[in-house]
């Protein structure tokens, strides 16, 4: 069993709890989080820059940049000495750990990358769960005229999100943006 696919089912374990408290949500994480390397995340900028050079150029550089600042949030689950008190959505939080499931049988995209996995499945559910910011971070911009995430007054819009929450490949469902 790969260390996703280990991480997935200490996540599906905690969603059979009564309830959730955040802060069992954090120290998984956090644990998990050691096993991300330095090197690992320079390895995702090479695999991330290939994998997106489909991309329209006057787009590439800037999402490519955006995505990796999103991984890079990893770092900031292991500096984080926060303590949460609050409790989670258990029937929220079980969508998302179905809909990670479905995207990672659903689209063999990053089939053999299971560091990216792992990180993308830390840094969305620290996103969306803990510290109620955007999957994708503010300012990335879409394919299209300004469309851009945004934050209104602490309030977060993505204008991709209403095309994409449907989409089984998406894990716009569960993100504190609302549709722009």
């Avoid at 309830?19 to 390397?37: R, Y």
């Avoid at 449907?166 to 716009?172: A, F, M, Y």
């Amino acid at each position: 069993m790969n260390e996703t696919e280990q991480l997935l089912n200490k996540l599906k374990k905690l969603g059979e709890n009564d309830s959730i408290e955040a802060m069992d949500l954090f120290k998984i994480l956090k644990e998990e989080s050691k096993n991300v390397s330095i090197n690992t995340i320079m390895g995702m900028s090479t695999f991330l820059r290939d994998d997106f050079r489909h991309i329209q150029d006057k787009y590439k550089d800037h999402y490519t940049e955006s995505i990796l600042s999103q991984l890079l949030r990893i770092n900031e689950i292991k500096r984080d000495n926060n303590v949460y008190h609050t409790k989670i959505d258990k029937n929220k939080f079980n969508k998302a750990i179905s809909n990670i499931t479905k995207f990672l049988n659903y689209d063999n995209l990053y089939k053999g990358e299971d560091k990216f996995n792992l990180i993308s499945i830390l840094v969305t559910l620290y996103s969306s769960f803990l510290i109620k910011k955007p999957i994708h971070p503010v300012g990335t911009t879409f394919p299209g005229e300004n469309l851009k995430v945004r934050d209104e007054n602490g309030e977060f819009f993505c204008p991709a999100k209403k095309k994409q929450i449907n989409n089984p490949n998406s894990l716009c469902v569960f993100c504190v943006c609302k549709e722009d």
